[in-house]
């Protein structure tokens, strides 16, 4: 059974760091290109960071480049995105996305909530 469980959301104070957490299960973790999107209340989903399989490509949503890190470890099926200097326009619901190249494959965590506000 394909488990993506995300962690490590919360409330935070601007300026403030968290770092959420996505433990994979039930696929080869290590054949997956990782996502993490947001969605924030009244938007669409969008794109935050992607790391490739190998961990060798890295890609960042143009606002939050600086202070976002995505990176994987693929020993531990874990996919880790350390945000830094927030922004309450940083609130949302995180989602950890697995894809792989040539497949239908597309599997989505449960989400974990961040909240910025002072």
């Known amino acids: 059974q394909v488990q993506l469980v995300e962690s490590g959301g919360g409330l935070v104070q601007p300026g403030g760091s968290l770092r959420l957490s996505c433990v994979a299960s039930?696929?080869?973790?290590?054949?997956?290109?990782m996502n993490w999107y947001r969605q924030a209340p009244g938007k669409e989903r969008e794109l935050v960071a992607k790391?490739?399989?190998?961990?060798?490509?890295?890609n960042y949503a143009d606002s939050v480049k600086g202070r976002f890190t995505i990176s994987r470890d693929n020993a531990k099926k874990t996919v880790l995105l350390q945000m830094n200097s927030l922004k309450p326009e940083d609130t949302g619901v995180y989602y950890c996305?697995?894809?792989?190249?040539?497949?239908?494959?597309?599997?989505w965590g449960q989400g974990t909530q961040v909240t910025v506000s002072s």
């Open positions: 790391i490739t399989s190998a961990g060798d490509a890295i």
């Open positions: 996305n697995a894809i792989k190249f040539w497949s239908d494959d597309d599997y």
């Open positions: 039930g696929f080869t973790f290590s054949s997956y290109i």
